[in-house]
């Protein structure tokens, strides 16, 4: 028998959220993915399948920095910009099956404070 890992339930907690949670070109998901040292967010039109935009920790001024509740702050920032960039103001927060809190409040927040809403 095999033991469940805290993978297998934040991945079922994620199949669960992506039930309800989907993006539109007017309103596209923002996904959020931690690893152990990167952590990545993506702007999704669901309905046409594709990327509207992304940024990350592992490329651009924050590569190579430490995982940590700053760099995230600083990745929410940078996020909100290219948003802005391609014309996209309100997005479906997916917090990809993750905890809300720590990294991840930072990066919400700092988005928000960048003129996301969501």
Do not use: C, W
């Not at 469940?4 to 923002?30: F, N």
């Not at 590569?63 to 929410?76: C, I, M």
């Not at 014309?87 to 809190?101: C, E």
């Amino acid at each position: 028998m095999k033991t469940k890992t805290l993978q297998d339930y934040r991945i079922r907690r994620h199949r669960r959220l992506r039930q309800k949670v989907q993006g539109t070109a007017e309103r596209p998901r923002m996904s959020v993915f931690m690893s152990n040292q990167y952590l990545y967010v993506q702007f999704v039109d669901d309905i046409a399948g594709k990327t509207l935009a992304s940024v990350s920790t592992l490329a651009g001024s924050l590569k190579g920095a430490a995982l940590n509740v700053e760099t995230a702050g600083k990745l929410g920032q940078q996020a909100a910009e290219a948003a802005k960039e391609k014309g996209i103001s309100v997005v479906v927060f997916d917090r990809g099956g993750f905890t809300y809190g720590g990294r991840l409040k930072a990066l919400a927040d700092a988005a928000r404070e960048g003129g996301l809403k969501f």
